[in-house]
């Protein structure tokens, strides 16, 4: 197991609230959202060392969480993205994901992380008919979703 996804495991057991609502990071590892839904999960964090943005996939086989792929961009700085880089009328701005093939099955998973523009202060995603409601007036504004491909 490496650095990240040991952090990103502990992260799953946070209290939250997700999105974080801390406006810098005070940690060398920094969590920035965690979403699970269907039997997955992604951790969204910052790794204040590298400057690097980094996504973990889990998925809950029989209660315990096992990585399914991850990876990390950057150098960047998601406390400073919002109001430093992202100009007024970009509203959401999808920074990575994509579609992760589960192993030895035909299914797999979708991911989104997306940063919110300054003027955004909710957004409102709708997976499968559930709704997840992510606040990002306070904090750096980035989020993650997670989804069973097909759930759309």
């Avoid at 952090?7 to 999105?19: D, E, K």
């Avoid at 209660?63 to 109001?83: E, K, L, N």
């Avoid at 797999?108 to 300054?118: L, N, S, V, W």
């Avoid at 709708?126 to 992510?134: F, Y």
Wanted: hydrophobic share 35%; with cysteine.
């Amino acid at each position: 197991m490496d650095d990240w996804e040991t952090w990103s495991r502990a992260a799953l057991n946070l209290p939250g609230p997700w999105p974080t609502k801390k406006s810098h990071n005070t940690d060398e590892h920094e969590v920035l959202d965690v979403d699970q839904f269907g039997g997955f999960a992604v951790v969204l964090g910052f790794d204040a060392r590298s400057r690097k943005v980094h996504a973990d996939v889990f998925e809950d086989v029989g209660g315990h969480w096992t990585w399914r792929s991850g990876g990390g961009g950057g150098p960047q700085d998601p406390f400073a993205h919002r109001s430093n880089h992202l100009p007024q009328r970009k509203v959401l701005d999808w920074r990575s994901g994509g579609r992760t093939s589960l192993w030895g099955t035909p299914s797999a998973i979708r991911t989104a992380e997306i940063a919110c523009g300054p003027q955004v202060i909710s957004v409102t995603v709708e997976r499968d008919g559930q709704s997840r409601s992510v606040e990002v007036e306070e904090g750096p504004g980035w989020f993650a979703v997670v989804w069973p491909d097909g759930a759309e």
